[in-house]
């Protein structure tokens, strides 16, 4: 039997290829890395959101790599370094031996972490079986990055749930309506490049077929504060619906299939991904 605590987290599921057990670890150490900032007080200050939130809280299928965070209100005092020791002495606790440190702030209202441990001795220390390592090369990382918002442009309401792994214990959460906002936010201002995120449209989908109610309130905060919408600008829905169409209409969602296929057991589900698709889930949305 294997000793590590965290095994069944790791092998607890089965498992077709050594992409989902490199998926899985970096599951297990994102609620490691929770567990550890709840033990600190970070919960006081902040509340988790984004994809991560969606998988490990609320069931989304979609596997997501980083840890994002927003203080309940502004503060210029917050230091995101105070809580790692209470985050590395967690995954001491648990048999992860990893790396923790800040990221080089650079003028941004956002405070970056990472933790990096090698990803063959942690499979090895799992007892993974040696068909899904075999070939795995020895300096291969796993990293996961968590980003705290230091500046949110608006309040939002949060709520506290439970985890039960790997023990249980609560985090206070950004409501469902406020979430999807951020998401929103994303489709709308984030920078592609070469590289669509297919992510944030496959999240969009699962709002939809949830049918969260987009706090429109929010997303217009978000969008003044990046510069995408001018201060004297109220954010209607129409003036939303047609924001977010002439994006759809930018979009080269074979690129955003390919980014999304690696994080989904089921691909089937990016079949019919195409601009009348989004369209016409960005019709029903506040309805």
Not at 87 to 113: C, F, P
Not at 160 to 180: G, K, N, Q, T, W
Not at 202 to 223: C, G, M, P, T
Request: with cysteine.
């Amino acid at each position: 039997m294997n000793s590590n605590p965290l095994s069944n987290l790791i092998d607890g599921q089965k498992q077709s290829n050594s992409t989902e057990f490199k998926q899985r670890l970096l599951h297990a150490i994102q609620q490691v890395c929770l567990l550890g900032l709840w033990r600190g007080g970070f919960f006081e200050y902040a509340a988790f959101y984004g994809g991560t939130a969606l998988s490990i809280v609320h069931g989304n299928d979609c596997f997501s790599e980083d840890l994002d965070f927003s203080l309940l209100n502004p503060s210029t005092d917050f230091s995101l370094s105070d809580f790692l020791d209470a985050v590395k002495r967690e995954l001491t606790a648990w048999g992860i031996d990893a790396t923790v440190g800040m990221v080089e702030k650079n003028n941004s209202d956002i405070e970056s972490a990472f933790i990096k441990t090698n990803t063959l001795d942690r499979m090895i220390s799992f007892e993974i079986p040696k068909n899904f390592i075999k070939g795995m090369h020895r300096n291969e990382v796993s990293h996961v990055k968590f980003e705290v918002d230091a500046n949110p442009p608006c309040s939002f309401e949060s709520e506290f749930h439970y985890l039960l792994e790997p023990i249980p214990f609560h985090i206070r959460v950004m409501a469902l309506s406020d979430i999807y906002a951020g998401k929103i936010h994303a489709l709308l201002a984030r920078k592609w490049q070469t590289r669509v995120k297919g992510r944030d449209w496959y999240d969009f989908i699962w709002f939809s077929k949830q049918k969260v109610k987009l706090n429109l309130q929010h997303l217009e905060a978000r969008l003044k504060q990046s510069g995408h919408l001018k201060e004297d600008v109220k954010l209607t829905d129409d003036l939303f619906q047609e924001m977010l169409i002439t994006r759809i209409n930018g979009v080269d969602f074979e690129q955003a299939k390919n980014d999304v296929m690696p994080f989904i057991k089921d691909v089937r589900q990016l079949e019919n991904w195409s601009p009348e698709l989004f369209s016409h889930i960005t019709a029903t949305v506040g309805k």
